[in-house]
Nanobody, 116 residues
Framework: QVQLVESGGGLVQAGGSLRLSCAAS????????MGWYRQAPGKQRELVAV????????NYANSVKGRFTISRDNAKNTVYLHMNSLKPEDTAMFYC?????????WGQGTQVTVSS
C-alpha cells in the first residue's frame, strides 16, 4: 500500500503564493495518477488538479486554471501543487490523492487559509 504526507500549507494574503508537497512512501512503483483535492467547511471535497503517472498529462478545475500548477518528481516520489494569485475562496483543507492499482489513497491534509 501507499502512505501520503502533505506539507506546505499555511496562512497567506490574497494574491500570494504557496507550494504544497505530497511525499509518497510504501509501494510507490504501483502509483498511477496523483492529484490534489480540497474541501472547504460545509462543502464537498472537490478535485483541484490531477497529473498522470509520467507527468505528461494534467487536468485542472476551472476555478484554478492559470493560477495553480501540478507537477511530480517520480525520483523523489513527490507531487507538488504550486498555487499563485491565491484568493480567499481558495481557503480549504487540501488533500493529496494517489491512484494505486485502482484503489485510492489519501493523505491527512494540509490547511490553506487565504486572508483578504
Amino acid at each position: 500500500q501507499v502512505q501520503l504526507v502533505e506539507s506546505g500549507g499555511g496562512l497567506v494574503q490574497a494574491g500570494g503564493s504557496l507550494r504544497l508537497s505530497c511525499a509518497a512512501s510504501g509501494r510507490v512503483s504501483s502509483i498511477n495518477a496523483m492529484g490534489w483535492y480540497r474541501q472547504a467547511p460545509g462543502k464537498q471535497r472537490e478535485l483541484v488538479a490531477v497529473i498522470s503517472s509520467a507527468g505528461d498529462s494534467t487536468n485542472y478545475a476551472n476555478s484554478v486554471k492559470g493560477r495553480f500548477t501540478i507537477s511530480r518528481d517520480n525520483a523523489k516520489n513527490t507531487v507538488y501543487l504550486h498555487m499563485n494569485s491565491l484568493k480567499p475562496e481558495d481557503t480549504a483543507m487540501f488533500y493529496c490523492n494517489a491512484d494505486w492499482i485502482g484503489s485510492n489513497f489519501w493523505g491527512q491534509g494540509t490547511q490553506v487559509t487565504v486572508s483578504s
